[in-house]
Structures are given as structure tokens and as C-alpha cells.
């Protein structure tokens, strides 16, 4: 018994179009990645899979990862992990940056708010205005302090 598969244009031209664009995002990727070297912004960590960027590599060892992107591009560099661009300051100067930041530079309640609030609720911790943090962080710190006198 013969069998007898019939093969439309549309189903012989679908492999080849997906693969010319799979070619296309990548070969644009490394374009871009190219085309953007230089200016003040720090360099970009190179990478060939445009969204996945260099997750990989950084979520199997982030030590390393930090320490080779450091060794190649210096104390200031960007990665892409999962299509954001994250951009790590080393050294004493970074540390000096992220702890010594102004506000306007430096904000903590636009990274830990999405966290903290399903887990403490509205208007506490990093969902409200920093000087009600701070009375918070004063609260807090006295009330360790007791609690260490006590002990």
C-alpha cells in the first residue's frame, strides 16, 4: 500500500522562511551589538541569542561571570539578561555610588516595591514615601537594639 504525501508551496517555503528569519534576528543582533560600541554609555557584555542575552552564563556562575566581564570591559559594563539591560558598576567607586547615591540616581523603591507589597502589604517597607521608610529603619533598628539589651 502506497502512501502519498502532497506537498503545498506554502508548506515547502515554511522551513525555509523560518529559518531566514531566525538568521535575520540574529544577524541583526550582532549588528546592533556592534554599531552601539562607544560613547558614554558603558560597553555591552557581547552575547548571540538576542533575548536570552547572557543569562546563561551569569545564572551558572554569577562570580565568574563578574569577574571576566570585569577583566575585559573594566569596572562598568552592561549584560542582557532575559531582553533587560542590567548595568553593573564594580570597585570601590560602584560601591561608593550604590551606597553614597543620591535618590535621583540611586532609587530603591522602584526595585524592591514589586516585591515587598504582596508580601507586607501597601504602605509599608519600600511601597511608601522614604522619609515614612526611614521611621520605619529607625522603628526597626530600636527595636533590635532592645531586644539585644534584653538578651
Not at 71 to 96: A, H, Q, S
Not at 119 to 132: A, E, L, M, T, W
Not at 141 to 148: D, H, V
Request: aromatic residues 14%.
Amino acid at each position: 500500500m502506497e502512501s502519498f504525501l502532497v506537498f503545498s508551496p506554502t508548506t515547502q517555503l515554511l522551513p525555509a522562511v523560518l529559518i531566514v528569519g531566525v538568521l535575520t534576528v540574529f544577524i541583526g543582533n550582532l549588528l546592533l551589538q556592534f554599531s552601539s560600541r562607544g560613547g558614554a554609555k558603558p560597553p555591552v557584555v557581547f552575547h548571540w541569542v538576542p533575548f536570552v542575552g547572557s543569562a546563561i552564563s551569569y545564572g551558572l556562575d554569577p562570580y565568574r561571570f563578574f569577574a571576566s566581564c570585569r577583566e575585559k570591559y573594566g569596572d562598568i559594563f552592561t549584560f542582557v539578561l532575559l531582553g533587560r539591560k542590567i548595568t553593573v558598576y564594580l570597585g570601590v567607586k560602584g560601591n561608593d555610588f550604590i551606597l553614597n547615591g543620591k535618590l535621583q540616581d540611586v532609587n530603591a523603591e522602584e526595585v524592591y516595591s514589586p516585591l515587598t507589597t504582596p508580601v507586607f502589604g501597601s504602605d509599608v517597607i519600600y511601597d511608601c514615601p522614604n522619609q515614612k521608610l526611614m521611621e520605619q529603619k529607625k522603628v526597626s533598628a530600636l527595636s533590635c537594639i532592645i531586644f539585644e539589651l534584653n538578651s
